[in-house]
T-cell receptor, first 115, second 114 residues
Framework: EADIYQTPRYLVIGTGKKITLECSQTMGHDKMYWYQQDPGMELHLIHYSYGVNSTEKGDLSSESTVSRIRTEHFPLTLESARPSHTSQYLC??????????????FGEGSWLTVV | KNQVEQSPQSLIILEGKNCTLQCNYTVSPFSNLRWYKQDTGRGPVSLTIMTFSENTKSNRRYTATLDADTKQSSLHITASQLSDSASYICVVSDRGSTLGRLYFGRGTQLTVWP
């Protein structure tokens, strides 16, 4: 069982609102990721981090921002939500580079609906 | 272009039956291939990880195979249960990739009927 937690699980907000999706892991992993997934579609990487004070943009352009002040915490923020941001956001973590074959652990996901 | 294609897109089987899901990829140079199970509304959970030198790996009723020459993988589920209903995602990473360079398939949606 993975010790990685996301809140909120479900959220409906109005256009223009600011929202922060929380992600925490208790496994001591240095690597953390945010993926975006629409129903029936593949996951797309939007942000990742090598460790504290390290953040990088992923493959999919996103208007969100992230921060990594503590190893266990990797929040994602939308300054001004739009209906196009409606999606599922998945947080993940791993011990090392995924190319080495180490397991990537995913949180339960945050379903965001912007109306 | 690095891609991961899964088939079928969806599959319905009766409880107790076996099934096989397919994954074809063009990712190069290949490092490893993973199968994940994703229940509706939940995050993906790892089933197997296979590197270039491995051609089969089992995890309880799940058996994954890998043919690195033809760039194909399959996930075989034996004696299916209702709880196997989920999306099964094939994920391929390339060798020496930077952090986050994974290639995801769209998944096969499996439904097991009683």
């Amino acid at each position: 069982e993975a010790d990685i937690y996301q809140t909120p699980r479900y959220l409906v907000i109005g256009t223009g609102k600011k929202i922060t999706l929380e992600c925490s892991q208790t496994m001591g992993h240095d690597k953390m990721y945010w993926y975006q997934q629409d129903p029936g579609m593949e996951l797309h990487l939007i942000h990742y981090s090598y460790g504290v004070n390290s953040t990088e943009k992923g493959d999919l352009s996103s208007e969100s921002t992230v921060s990594r002040i503590r190893t266990e915490h990797f929040p994602l923020t939308l300054e001004s939500a739009r209906p196009s941001h409606t999606s599922q956001y998945l947080c993940a973590s791993s011990e090392a580079e995924e190319s080495s074959g180490n397991t990537i652990y995913f949180g339960e996901g945050s379903w965001l609906t912007v109306v | 272009k690095n891609q991961v294609e899964q088939s079928p897109q969806s599959l319905i089987i009766l409880e107790g039956k076996n099934c096989t899901l397919q994954c074809n990829y063009t990712v190069s140079p290949f490092s490893n291939l993973r199968w994940y199970k994703q229940d509706t509304g939940r995050g993906p959970v790892s089933l197997t990880i296979m590197t270039f030198s491995e051609n089969t790996k089992s995890n309880r009723r799940y058996t994954a195979t890998l043919d690195a020459d033809t760039k194909q993988s399959s996930l075989h589920i034996t004696a299916s249960q209702l709880s196997d209903s989920a999306s099964y995602i094939c994920v391929v990473s390339d060798r020496g990739s930077t952090l986050g360079r994974l290639y995801f398939g769209r998944g096969t949606q499996l439904t097991v009927w009683p």
